[in-house]
Nanobody, 121 residues
Framework: QVQLVESGGGLVQAGGSLRLSCAASGIIFSIYAMGWYRQAPGKQRELVAAITSGGRTNYADSVKGRFTISGDNAKNTVYLQMNSLKPEDTAVYYC???????????????WGQGTQVTVSS
């Protein structure tokens, strides 16, 4: 059973920084990519940033230049450094692991439980 455990959310003032972490646990053979999505009240879940096991990154336009995603393949962990936070970044942030090959021999996607990020003005 693969689980994603997130940490690092919280309350911060505009202009501040937070760092999110997400670790995948279980018997995992490979992960194609890990990333962060967010969902604000009344809005659809959207991609924030993702990184492949090869190090290729993808960012939403709204966070480019402010957020940095990084990963540790050996630890099956992904990080999201968020700087210059704005009130519109307020949302529940979800970790995603894409095309995970785990025990059982199937590729599956997994989601974390979500962590709240609140940016006050």
């Amino acid at each position: 059973q693969v689980q994603l455990v997130e940490s690092g959310g919280g309350l911060v003032q505009a202009g501040g920084s937070l760092r999110l972490s997400c670790a995948a646990s279980g018997i995992i053979f490979s992960i194609y990519a890990m990333g962060w999505y967010r969902q604000a009240p009344g809005k659809q879940r959207e991609l924030v940033a993702a990184i492949t096991s090869g190090g290729r990154t993808n960012y939403a336009d709204s966070v480019k230049g402010r957020f940095t995603i990084s990963g540790d393949n050996a630890k099956n962990t992904v990080y999201l450094q968020m700087n210059s936070l704005k009130p519109e970044d307020t949302a529940v942030y979800y970790c995603n692991a894409d095309r995970v090959l785990a025990q059982g021999g199937r590729f599956s996607d997994y989601w974390g439980q979500g962590t709240q990020v609140t940016v006050s003005s």
